[in-house]
């Protein structure tokens, strides 16, 4: 084969850097490696060959040593070159003497060449397999962003800017996020698993830690250092609260996250569908932290059941409500922020106090957790179940009919036994 088509095979090889991302002297070392397997598969050993890239000529060259015997000792003519030949080349050359002469690579045949392609496409292949993971794994935690490629039932598949492929899981997804082909998608690096030397990046849009780098990029002072995010609780798409901390007594934390006129956290907002985000100043007296994580619902007073981590909330009946939220989400959600399990309870007046019962003394005829059921939705007391329509029980608690009615007829008996 020509010349020429020895440098084509090198445009080749600069081909495939240019398309893998792979740096030069990697690429060097890789095309060597191919060539001294190739080498050894046909010889049986590539110790005695020398392969020399030239990358800026675009070339290589191969060099073969043999060493110098009788003409009639000749056994291989790969490790060994007959004494007659040998002064063909140089009329000094000995017995024993190493003969260095260059090979045509070419001259191996096709065979050997397709070889070749196979081993340096295979090798840069895993060698693009190493990249992609180590690149990935150190950003874990990161967001990135990539071009929705294809929609599957159970994941979407990404290609960011380099041809790497992505996936964002439908189970970390946020319920109400909808995307076509094309479009551009914002996530945070979840995992990245390497089975079978096969890199996946998997990423995430429910994560604490996407509501976290996007509180970074649209706030300068948590970038900075000077405020910090102490604690995340979320819900994604509905709900999530955020304890910051400033190590600057000038900064507002929760005014500079929010923005003027909610200018900073607007942009957050979009990015998770609306999702309600409530910012609030972190503190290590638990006591406060409760109370701020439950705001705008104001606190009577807390019983703190330190062992157990649980912290038993009294406040008036107005406030119950507010407190819990819609669906129990307030309460669950300032529960995963500080801490502590809360239970949230009516404070009684003294006359109150002496006519109703609390449910948790009902625990030896109804189960604990049918208690918690209706705990959980804002009723504490006996009274405050008897005083609502049965209809609404049902609709509130999801209970069965024949439990809440049970609890009906228990809570009822009560009072008619006091009458």
């Not at 790969?78 to 001259?107: C, H, P, R, W």
């Not at 990404?158 to 899981?169: F, M, R």
Request: hydrophobic residues 35%; aromatic residues 8%; negative net charge.
């Amino acid at each position: 084969m020509s010349k020429k088509e020895s440098i084509n095979l090198i445009d080749t090889f600069s081909e495939f850097k240019e398309l893998k991302s792979i740096d030069r002297s990697t690429l060097i070392s890789v095309m060597e490696e191919s060539f001294r397997n190739v080498i050894s598969k046909m010889f049986g050993s590539d110790d005695n060959y020398d392969v020399i890239i030239n990358p800026d000529k675009g070339d290589f060259e191969i060099y073969r040593n043999r060493t110098v015997v009788e003409d009639e000792d000749l056994e291989d003519d790969n490790l060994e070159i007959s004494l007659t030949e040998a002064k063909k080349i140089d009329e000094d050359y000995e017995l024993g003497e190493e003969v260095t002469d260059q090979v045509d690579f070419m001259s191996f045949g096709r065979r050997a060449i397709l070889n070749l392609r196979q081993t340096l496409a295979s090798k840069i292949l895993e060698l693009q397999k190493e990249n992609v993971f180590t690149k990935y794994s150190e950003k874990v935690g990161q967001i990135v962003s990539a071009e929705l490629y294809q929609i599957w039932k159970k994941e979407m598949l990404l290609i960011d800017d380099e041809g790497n492929e992505l996936y964002l899981p439908k189970t970390e997804q946020i319920p109400t996020d909808f995307y076509r082909k094309g479009d551009t998608v914002r996530a945070v690096v979840a995992m990245v698993d390497n089975k079978n030397n096969n890199p996946k990046i998997i990423l995430s849009r429910i994560s604490p830690v996407f509501l976290e780098r996007l509180f970074e990029l649209e706030v300068p002072e948590i970038n900075e250092g000077l405020i910090t995010i102490k604690k995340i609780a979320r819900m994604p798409g509905e709900r999530a609260k955020v304890a910051v901390e400033s190590y600057d007594d000038r900064i507002d934390p929760v005014g500079a996250c929010v923005g003027v006129k909610g200018s900073r956290i607007h942009g957050i907002v979009r990015e998770l569908r609306n999702e309600n985000i409530d910012v609030i100043n972190y503190t290590t007296n638990t006591s406060l932290f409760i109370q701020r994580a439950l705001s705008p619902a104001k606190i009577s007073s807390i019983r703190f059941n330190e062992a157990e981590k649980k912290a038993e909330i009294y406040m008036k009946p107005e406030e119950v409500s507010q407190a819990i939220g819609k669906g129990g989400l307030n309460i669950k959600l300032a529960g995963m922020l500080t801490g502590y399990q809360l239970d949230v309870y009516r404070e009684l007046d003294d006359e109150e106090e002496t006519e109703d019962i609390y449910l948790d003394e009902f625990n030896d005829e109804i189960e604990q957790w049918v208690i918690d059921t209706f705990k959980a939705i804002g009723y504490d007391t006996a009274k405050s179940v008897l005083a609502v329509p049965r209809q609404d029980l049902l609709k509130r608690t999801d209970l069965e009919e024949e439990t809440v009615d049970e609890v009906l007829r228990i809570l009822s008996a009560e009072f008619e036994e006091e009458l």
